[in-house]
């Protein structure tokens, strides 16, 4: 159940009815070139250096599942929506990653550990993120990291997390977390952007 890309005051959308098209938007189906090799090379600097186990919650149609699994990590990915996971599971065939569905909030892993929980503009639109980040962090093995991509959209209404309040969240629960501004990136989204889009990789 992502939310990037889409109306952020939507946050009811239908995602079975949305999966369909879900990946027609740039920085979700990452079918421009430009706009794939500009994630790839975020998600690069975010993950660790060697193999590792990623979980993606809210994976929707799995475009960052992907790149994770290119990139020789191995991952789970977890979302609410049936035919995200449909699309995601045919997207990797083949790969070394498994798909389930459930809720992000409390994803369906059983005592499995990670070394990474990536999550992209999900936790904004969950109640309780205190609650919710210290669940995640409750996910990672030692030395695990949170990757956290996430903003504030709209100007007349905004809605969203900034990234002040989320590291302020993140604070308590993990020694070292780092703040990297992604609005000034336009080959991520496809266009130029003008509200606050960040990720926080934050490190046990």
Not at 5 to 33: C, N
Not at 139 to 149: A, D, F, K
């Amino acid at each position: 159940m992502t939310h990037d890309g889409d109306d952020p005051t939507a946050p009811r959308t239908d995602w079975d009815a949305a999966a369909a098209t879900f990946d027609d938007e740039p920085d979700h189906g990452l079918r421009d070139p430009e706009v794939r090799r500009a994630w790839a090379d975020r998600l690069r600097t975010w993950l660790p250096d060697r193999r590792s186990d990623v979980l993606d919650l809210g994976c929707g149609t799995g475009s960052l599942s992907l790149l994770a699994a290119e990139q020789g990590h191995r991952v789970t990915g977890v979302d609410r929506s049936p035919a995200m996971i449909g699309l995601t599971r045919a997207k990797l065939a083949g790969r070394d990653a498994a798909f389930l569905v459930g809720d992000a909030v409390a994803p369906p892993v059983g005592e499995e550990r990670f070394d990474v929980v990536l999550v992209r503009h999900v936790l904004w639109a969950l109640p309780g993120p205190e609650r919710v980040l210290r669940h995640w962090r409750g996910l990672l093995r030692p030395g695990g990291r949170l990757v956290l991509v996430e903003g504030v959209w709209g100007s007349v209404s905004p809605v969203g997390i900034s990234a002040e309040r989320l590291a302020g969240l993140l604070a308590p629960l993990v020694p070292d977390v780092r703040v990297e501004h992604l609005s000034g990136d336009p080959r991520l989204w496809g266009k130029e952007v003008d509200d606050e889009r960040y990720a926080v990789v934050a490190r046990l």
